[in-house]
């Protein structure tokens, strides 16, 4: 996924291990915008 999006030409993508869960179970902060 992220190969594909730097191929869209974004340019700060990062993997992120263990997902989107890891980062919230982390007590990381997470912002919610309507698309």
Do not use: C, F
């Amino acid at each position: 996924m992220a190969q594909q999006l730097r191929k869209l030409g974004y340019r700060d993508v990062r993997i992120l291990k263990g997902g989107l869960g890891s980062w919230a179970n982390a007590g990381l902060p997470l912002e919610s915008k309507p698309a």
